[in-house]
Structure formats: C-alpha cells, structure tokens
C-alpha cells in the first residue's frame, strides 16, 4: 500500500487526530439510477428515458411548505435542487437531516437515503466568534463535512475543552480558525489543523450555527454517540450514494454488512481518526469476494487511489470482513 498522510514511514503505531467523519459528497443519481449488480460491481446505466425517475419531500428545518425535489446527480446538485424550491441560495445550506426537523447528527443525511425519507435542509442561522484556550492536546470534536466545503461539529465529548465552552454547539459549521477562512476545506484537513493548535494558547473560532425556530430551542447536544447504529430509511430499498460513479438503488443491508461496516468503521477511527460508514461499506463490498489480503489490497489501490491505508490497517480491516462472514462477532 502506498504511504499516505495518515503514516509516516517506518512508524507502526496507530495515531489519533481530532475525530472527523465525512458526510458522503460523491455522486448521488436521484434522477438517474442503476440498480446495483452482485457484489455491488454495478452496470452500466441504461438509456436517460428508460431510468427511473426518484422524487423526493423536503422542508427547511426550521419551517417551511413542502417542496418535490428531483433529477440531482450528486450533493452539491442536491442542495442546488433543495436551494431552487425554496428560492434561496445554495451555499446557504449547512447540512440535511432524514425524517427530523432536529440537528440530530444520527439522522445526519450521509451515505444512504431511504427511498421514502424526508428530507430537512437545515440553513445558515447566527454568526458567532469564540475564543478557546487550548488547556489539553485533544479538544474533543468529531469534525464532518457536508459534501460540498463546510465542515461542521458533529459531536462534542463529555467534559472536554470544547464542552466547557458552551457557546460551541453541535451542528455549528467552523468557518474560520485563527482569521483564516477554511470554507472548501475538507473535514480531515479542518481535524488536522485543530490538532496542530499550539497546547496552553488561546484560539479563535468563527462559527454559524444552523437556523432554529422558536420551538426547535432546547439544551445543548453532544450529537451522536460514537459507534452508535446511524440506520436511516423507512422504505424498502435505500439510495446508496457513492464517492465514485453513479449512485445505486440496493435492498437494505444484510447481517453481514451491518456488522462488517460497523467494525471496519471502529478501525477506521482507530487507526485514522476519522467515521466515515459511505467508506467502510466500500471496504466490505471489494474485500467481501477476496481470497486473500494481498488481493484485498489490490483491489482497495485500485478502488481508493485516493486514500493511503497502513498496511497494518489493510490486513485488520480483511481479517474483520472474514469475521463477519463466519458470524464471529
């Protein structure tokens, strides 16, 4: 495998940055989808007049009529879609939620979307600048992204630095640290740059936190709990949508996979700092049919160029997917 920007050479130790997680920006294909084919190898799709056509709800969270939304190809399309029915612009948008007008980060719009979710678009609200001392190495954030350049906090750790500041919520997109403007900046780079914050100095936050309605104010959150099952989807098939190529229309996920994501997903965090369910699930469909980890990670630099996994990380992630297989956890 390749040397990344997780590894440094001749270093075996799992290293932790400030959490992130990645909210799936890859190709959706609301208006324009396949049906996946074995082993989530996929076809090719057929002609635009013969595909189906997925029309879905959407609100703004923090009310709003009903609006149809459709013929999106990816998330930033999406937004664009969700942007046009309510006539706003779209970079006023921060993040969706499925079935919830509530910044829920469990119901956080991610790698799927159930056929019949609802889906809320939460938009810009209040402004605000924070100024935090730098007491201990990790600030406990989780950092996400919403597919389309802001970076927001998805969970704030039980009696940390950060939750000793109160004014820093959940669901706040980080737009600037220390005057520099990060908007475009990817959750993991937004994560390495926090870490990287001299320890015992003070810093500054710009944030913008979603819009609440009246009825919507309540105690703060903590967000979603690490490792906790993120099931989204009240109908029978789900729109799995992919870092790469077009999305898909699959049946809900077996025993197998739920339990197979959900540990490549904890080694994920592990090993990288980061959750990212969109990316475990493509880690368990290329090595589901692999003979061994040498064929495993063949198949990985060729489906995940981008990414430079550890080997040490390679050979778990395998040894996890023949777990799962076997009903061993």
Known sequence: MPLGP????????????VDNEEVSGGHAGAGSLSKSAV????????????????VFHTQLAHGSPTGRIEGFGNVKELYAKIA?????????????????????????????????DFIFAHIKGLKKEVEVFKSEDALGLTITDNGAGYAFIKRIKEGSVVDRVKVICVGDHIECINGRNIVGTRHYEVARMLKELPRDKTFTLKLVEPMKAFEMLEPRSKGAKPGSDNKIGTGRGTLRLRSKGPATVEEEPTEFEEKAVKKVDDLLE????????????????????????DEFAMALDETLGDFAFPDEFVFDVWGAIGDAKQGRF
């Open 6 to 17: 997780w590894r440094k050479k001749n270093k075996s130790t799992k290293e932790h940055l």
């Open 39 to 54: 082993n989530g190898a996929g076809l090719p799709p057929p002609p635009a007049n013969l595909r189906p056509k997925l």
């Open 84 to 116: 046009e029915a309510f006539n706003i612009n779209p970079p006023e948008i921060l993040f969706c939620t499925l079935n919830t007008h509530k910044i829920d980060m469990e119901k956080l719009l991610g790698g799927q979307i159930g056929l019949e």
């Open 270 to 293: 592990s090993y990288m700092g980061i959750r990212d369910t969109e990316l475990a699930a493509t880690m368990v469909e290329v090595g589901r049919d692999k003979k061994n980890p």
